[in-house]
């Protein structure tokens, strides 16, 4: 029974991506974006996929001026770029035309080194989980996603 939920998923063409739980209480996982390794905090309630505005360069986004605020982590009406058509790679998972949302990632960072975690690149958001057609199993600590 254990490998059922695998199985089934494997049938129904998903990709299976291991998930490392901090001490934070956040799941971790490591991606690529336009090739470029990363690590990133997986939200299933940030509406949008982030990275910090320091790490643009390293990511090769291509940013431009944005009207949306950022809320979240205890900050509020931050400013935001957007970078459109990047390419995406979570585990064996991949998506050439993800749109990213530039912020200051510094109170997310702070918070997270406070607690001996790792700083991150950034955010898997749910656009990319809706996008995927995520499934995430807390217990075994795996996330699921379909291949596009």
Not at 44 to 49: D, K, R, V
Request: hydrophobic share 45%; with cysteine; charged share 25%.
């Amino acid at each position: 029974m254990e490998n059922a939920l695998w199985e089934f998923l494997l049938e129904k063409e998903y990709k299976k991506i291991k998930l490392k739980f901090t001490k934070t209480n956040h799941f971790e996982v490591k991606a690529s974006i336009n090739g470029v390794k990363g690590l990133f905090i997986l939200d299933t309630g940030a509406s949008n996929s982030c990275i910090g505005f320091k790490d643009a360069d390293l990511f090769n986004l291509k940013a431009k001026a944005s009207s949306i605020k950022a809320a979240g982590a205890g900050a509020t009406d931050m400013l935001t770029q957007t970078a459109s058509k990047n390419k995406i790679k979570i585990g064996r998972w991949k998506c050439n035309n993800i749109t990213l949302v530039l912020f200051d990632l510094t109170h997310v960072n702070t918070a997270l080194t406070m607690h001996n975690a790792k700083p991150v690149n950034g955010i898997i958001g749910a656009d990319i989980l809706k996008k995927g057609k995520a499934i995430i199993d807390y217990n075994k600590k795996y996330l699921y996603l379909k291949v596009l």
